[in-house]
């Protein structure tokens, strides 16, 4: 199936359906192990909302962005199914697997300022999805200092990616104020 072929609408369907099937088994971290497509899911809706619905490869963009990073899916198979846009934009947003993970959070903020507007939304979606996930249900392995470090380490990415949408990064700003909440309370 290429890219050409589909119109908007199918192009956003047709990768929701393919990362439903890819990610069928993967949960999220938070003690309540939402489905991860809930992930993908509001990350699309967030980069969907910040273009005001004009970008549907953004769209479908969001709903693959974890799809080569964590189901071994190739970045020929996206480009194949999604076109080379798609592609781009998802390999943008995915780490190195073969690097220590410390070290890919490392290369996340380096890297952070130099990625394409597009992809820097992406990014804010993703980091924004991720603080809301922690403030509805933190991690019950995680101790509050674990969490502290992942929102500093998040904030830090962010820092990188701002000025490409105000409204988006206000709500960035406001799920890492209520995951802070979250993780005082406990
Ligand atoms: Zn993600």
Same mark, same amino acid.
């Given at each position: ?25 993967? =949960? ?43 189901? *071994? ?44 507007? =597009? ?42 990616? =701002? *000025? ?15 995951? =802070? ?6």
């Amino acid at each position: 199936m290429k890219n050409s072929t589909l119109s908007p609408l199918e192009l956003v369907t047709e990768a929701l359906h393919f990362a439903a099937e890819r990610h069928a088994h993967q =949960r999220r971290k938070g003690d309540a192990a939402e489905p991860y497509l809930n992930h993908l899911a509001e990350v699309a809706c967030l980069v969907a909302a910040a273009t005001k619905g004009e970008d549907a490869n953004l769209v479908a963009a969001g709903l693959l962005h974890d799809v080569v990073e964590d189901t *071994g899916t190739s970045r020929s198979e996206v480009a194949e199914r999604f076109g080379e846009d798609v592609a781009s934009l998802v390999m943008e947003v995915t780490d190195d697997k073969s690097l220590p993970k410390a070290e890919r959070k490392r290369l996340q903020v380096e890297h952070a300022a130099k990625k394409s507007a =597009r992809a820097k939304l992406i990014k804010l979606a993703d980091k924004t999805s991720n603080l809301h996930a922690i403030a509805a249900s933190p991690p019950a392995q995680w101790d509050s200092e674990r969490c502290n470090d992942y929102l500093d380490w998040a904030q830090r990415v962010v820092s990188g990616l =701002r *000025g490409v949408n105000p409204a988006l990064e206000t709500q960035f700003d406001e799920a890492e104020r209520k995951a =802070r909440a979250a993780i005082a309370s406990r």
